[in-house]
């Protein structure tokens, strides 16, 4: 069956950097790209952006395009989450979720996220 | 501040039928299919309903799905206590080439 699995929690201090990894299994890598959503306590579900399994084409939400990269490793199925200068309204859950799309003259679409990961804690604390 | 809308809570008795309600505009459900999430206390979403009234492999009958216009709906009848949850309906928006979420409503059963 469809899994993704997520890194452990992690406590950041503000200006730190933060890296999540999703490890993936049972379809074909190939033909999903990886979707990231955060959600700080008590609130609703945002959007990070999308990463093509294909040459690594993304789309970030735009009020993260400066501090986000994601990234994906082919051979060990895995996609990556990488958040710079840390600010303490970032603590939140992170999910990482499947979801199929497409790129296209530098823009990409990505469908619904169809399997999730477990989140992880990122807590930004001084 | 959630660029779709929805009420944060909503109830009802066992075996009743509940909707929850999720407006947004001409940029995203006015264009787009809605998909909804269940997520439970303390896990992750789930998909409930994709492309406005699919329902995956494994999810009840019980749920549904409507949209009209820039407006969904999720209709879950023979309400069940463990349909206690918070609902997410999300869809992608053309303006803001991006996905974007409704800020949850959270079901009671009394």
């Known amino acids: 069956q469809v899994q993704l699995v997520q890194s452990a929690a992690e406590v950041k201090k503000p200006g730190a950097s933060v890296k999540v990894s999703c490890k993936t299994s049972?379809?074909?890598?190939?033909?999903?790209?990886v979707t990231w959503v955060r959600q700080a306590p008590g609130q609703g579900l945002e959007w990070m952006g999308w990463i093509s399994p294909h040459h690594d084409d993304t789309n970030y939400a735009q009020k993260l395009q400066d501090r986000v990269t994601m990234t994906t490793d082919t051979s060990s199925r895995t996609a990556y989450m990488e958040l710079r200068n840390l600010r303490f309204d970032d603590t939140a859950v992170y999910y990482c979720?499947?979801?199929?799309?497409?790129?296209?003259?530098?823009?990409?679409?990505?469908?619904?996220?169809?399997?999730w990961g477990q989140g992880t804690l990122v807590t930004v604390s001084s | 501040q959630s660029v779709l809308t929805q009420p944060p809570s909503a109830s009802g008795s066992p075996g009743q039928r509940v909707t929850i309600s999720c407006s947004g505009s001409t940029s995203n459900l006015g264009s787009n299919t809605a998909n909804w999430y269940q997520q439970l206390p303390g896990r992750a979403p789930k998909l409930l309903i994709y492309s406005t009234n699919q329902r995956p492999s494994g999810v009840p009958a019980r749920f549904s799905g409507s949209k009209s216009g820039a407006s969904a709906s999720l209709a879950i009848s023979g309400l069940q206590s463990e349909d206690e949850a918070y609902y997410h309906c999300a869809t992608w928006d053309v303006s803001r080439n991006a996905w974007v979420f409704g800020g949850g409503t959270q079901l009671t059963v009394l």
């Open positions: 049972g379809y074909t890598f190939s033909n999903y790209g």
């Open positions: 979720a499947r979801a199929e799309g497409y790129c296209s003259r530098g823009t990409c679409y990505s469908g619904y996220s169809d399997s």
